[in-house]
């Protein structure tokens, strides 16, 4: 089994930044895409940005230009580092993972619990 567990978000003013961390844990081979997705009440859970094991990434228009998404491929980690925040950037943030648990051959998706980013003055 494999945990994702993240941290950092809070209450900040717009304008404000934060860093979101997401650290995985258990079963371990490989991690392939490692992302951001957010939700607020009511809405379809979005993809914010992703980046894969080589460095790739791809960021939503919405947070394109603010938000950048980096990873400690060592530390099983994924970060999200938000600038210029606005009231609508407040959101559950998820880490979100694709693993490899074993050498055999084989992806599985794992969801972190979620942590609450509020941008409000």
């Known amino acids: 089994q494999v945990q994702l567990v993240e941290s950092g978000g809070g209450l900040v003013q717009p304008g404000g930044s934060l860093r979101l961390s997401c650290a995985a844990s258990?079963?371990?081979?490989?991690?392939?895409?490692m992302a951001w997705y957010r939700q607020v009440p009511g809405k379809q859970r979005e993809l914010g940005a992703q980046?894969?094991?080589?460095?790739?990434?791809g960021y939503a228009d919405s947070v394109l230009g603010r938000f950048t998404i980096s990873r400690d491929n060592a530390k099983n980690s994924v970060y999200l580092q938000m600038n210029s925040l606005k009231p609508e950037d407040t959101a559950v943030y998820y880490c979100y993972a694709v693993v490899q648990p074993s050498p055999i051959p084989g992806w599985h998706a794992y969801w972190g619990q979620g942590t609450q980013v509020t941008v409000s003055s």
């Open positions: 258990g079963s371990i081979f490989s991690i392939g895409v």
């Open positions: 980046m894969t094991r080589a460095g790739s990434t």
